[in-house]
């Protein structure tokens, strides 16, 4: 399963010596799942990370940033697929599905 990780989940990530749960549950996670670092969250951390100048925080952003896929910000990825003008949320259409459904409409 894909998780795009939280600004929250990723700032006690990079703290340096809080949060060992969160490291701890973070491990399980990288093990059993396919854990996803947003653009958008290493943007909002990395921004307040270099105004209280914490270097280790950033060293270990970039060190994730390393480790696992990056989610870049294109329309593609934040918006979800649409048929016929209605989102596929809305008609319970998957994004796999879409791609191999040619609607009629």
Do not use: N
């Not at 929250?8 to 973070?26: E, Q």
């Not at 491990?27 to 670092?37: A, F, T, Y």
């Not at 958008?40 to 060293?59: H, Q, S, T």
């Amino acid at each position: 399963m894909k998780l795009i990780l939280d600004t929250a989940i990723v700032g006690r990530l990079c703290h340096r010596r809080k949060h060992r749960d969160v490291r701890a549950w973070f491990l399980r996670v990288v093990r059993e799942h396919d854990p996803l670092l947003s653009e958008v969250v290493d943007y909002e951390l990395r921004r307040e990370l270099v105004r209280i100048g914490a270097v280790y925080g950033l060293a270990r952003l970039d060190e994730l940033a390393r480790e696992i896929r990056y989610l870049p910000v294109t329309t593609d990825t934040w918006q979800p697929p649409r048929v016929c003008g209605h989102s596929c949320v809305e008609l319970g259409v998957h994004r796999q599905q879409v791609r191999r459904w040619t609607p009629t409409c």
